[in-house]
């Protein structure tokens, strides 16, 4: 307990700013939606002018755009991706960061088994990514109420943003794991920058082209299909449990890795 409290605090002033910085982003669209819903002919056909793949890789539907969820659709994947670096950075943070502070020695002395070590710091991080969506989802919740034209589905609106956890669940076992095979990783930035914003363009260039079901199980991005969501109020079912499993495998992996690997300090 004492551990999940002390990683807890850690995480805190980083998790209130990405929370910040997500409503403030969110903020920032939702303040013109109103201005695009009064020249609604005017805007689809400044979209209806760009080019089909670039509609696609932005997650642009013309016909339900001046809709709110369908206007939050579009401005979702540029949360997404914030809510994913977030993760990606506490999961590959969450372990190495004894090796970078040079407290690793400190901490595997104690009377703690190195599972219960990965346990207390995986719920921790669990914990704050729960916090940032929950926050945010009261955030967001009340600015759509604010700038609505006309009524929407709240349970669609709820189903949409319930795809932000998902997507972090995925990148924070995406960073665990990949942080445990790394012996010595001085800076987390870089990896996971270059992980979210790769699988990113990844899934941006798989939205672009033709008959992307299987492509799309390559980016965690793609697996929820906002369009879809509207339409079915439901997710996918193979997504869902491609994701699982990316979670599940990349988290066993982190367990059995860090239990067994020499842990060094940084020169």
Not at 233 to 238: A, K, L, R, V
Request: glycine share 6%; charged share 15%; net charge positive.
């Amino acid at each position: 307990m004492n551990m999940y409290l002390h990683e807890l605090k850690s995480m805190r002033r980083s998790t209130l700013i990405w929370i910040c910085a997500m409503i403030a982003l969110a903020a920032i669209y939702f303040s013109v939606y109103r201005g695009i819903v009064s020249d609604a002919a005017g805007f689809k056909r400044l979209l209806g002018g760009y080019p089909e793949p670039v509609r696609a890789a932005l997650g642009i539907s013309v016909d339900s755009i001046t809709s709110l969820l369908g206007f939050y659709s579009m401005i979702f994947s540029f949360i997404t991706l914030c809510a994913a670096i977030q993760a990606m950075n506490l999961g590959t943070s969450v372990l190495s960061k004894e090796v970078r502070e040079r407290t690793a020695d400190f901490l595997l002395v104690k009377p703690v088994s190195r599972s219960a070590v990965v346990s207390a710091k995986l719920l921790a991080a669990f914990t704050m990514i729960m916090a940032t969506d929950v926050i945010y989802y009261l955030a967001v919740s009340l600015m759509a109420s604010m700038v609505k034209t006309s009524d929407y589905s709240g349970r669609i609106f709820f189903l949409i943003n319930l795809t932000l956890f998902f997507i972090q669940l995925i990148f924070l076992a995406i960073g665990v794991a990949v942080s445990v095979f790394f012996a010595k990783l001085k800076s987390v930035i870089p990896v996971s920058l270059g992980v979210v914003f790769g699988l990113y363009m990844i899934g941006a260039i798989i939205a672009a082209g033709k008959d992307n079901a299987a492509a799309r199980f390559i980016s965690p991005f793609k697996y929820f299909d906002m369009t879809y969501i509207i339409k079915h109020t439901g997710y996918e079912p193979s997504y869902l449990i491609a994701g699982a499993g990316i979670v599940i495998a990349a988290i066993a992996i982190s367990y059995i890795i860090y239990v067994k690997k020499d842990i060094h300090a940084v020169n």
